[in-house]
């Protein structure tokens, strides 16, 4: 296997979790969430992930089609729409007038004080 392609399997959003129902860690990768693999330990289990995320992307390649890229690796704008209803909207103006800043800075610190 290419290490281009090693390289890039470590970029991806993954999580290990033990499974009681598998009686083995679980990895997953948020990019690719038909995927998972299994191990005996959450280092093994990473590592197995790691490796079939590396074949697929391989497999992809040679077929000519398109994966998923890293989350890590993306280019994000920093603006998305959103959607709330009209009496949130206006309590959460008053509070941004009453602290003297804009609705988007309102929301953005406290977006931020939560994740």
């Not at 197995?48 to 993306?74: K, N, Y």
């Amino acid at each position: 296997m290419h290490s281009k392609i090693e390289e890039l399997s470590k970029h991806y959003s993954y999580s290990v979790n033990w499974s009681p129902e598998d009686e083995a860690y679980v990895a997953t990768a948020i990019e690719w969430p038909s995927l998972a693999a299994h191990g005996d330990s959450p280092e093994s289990a990473l590592l197995e992930m790691r490796t079939l995320v590396a074949h697929c992307i391989e497999d992809c390649h040679e077929a000519g089609d398109d994966f998923p890229a890293p989350l890590s690796d993306r280019k994000f704008s920093g603006k998305f729409s959103l959607r709330i209803p009209p009496e949130l909207h206006r309590r959460l103006s008053i509070i941004a007038a009453r602290e003297g800043v804009s609705l988007n800075q309102l929301v953005t610190t406290r977006l931020a004080a939560t994740v």
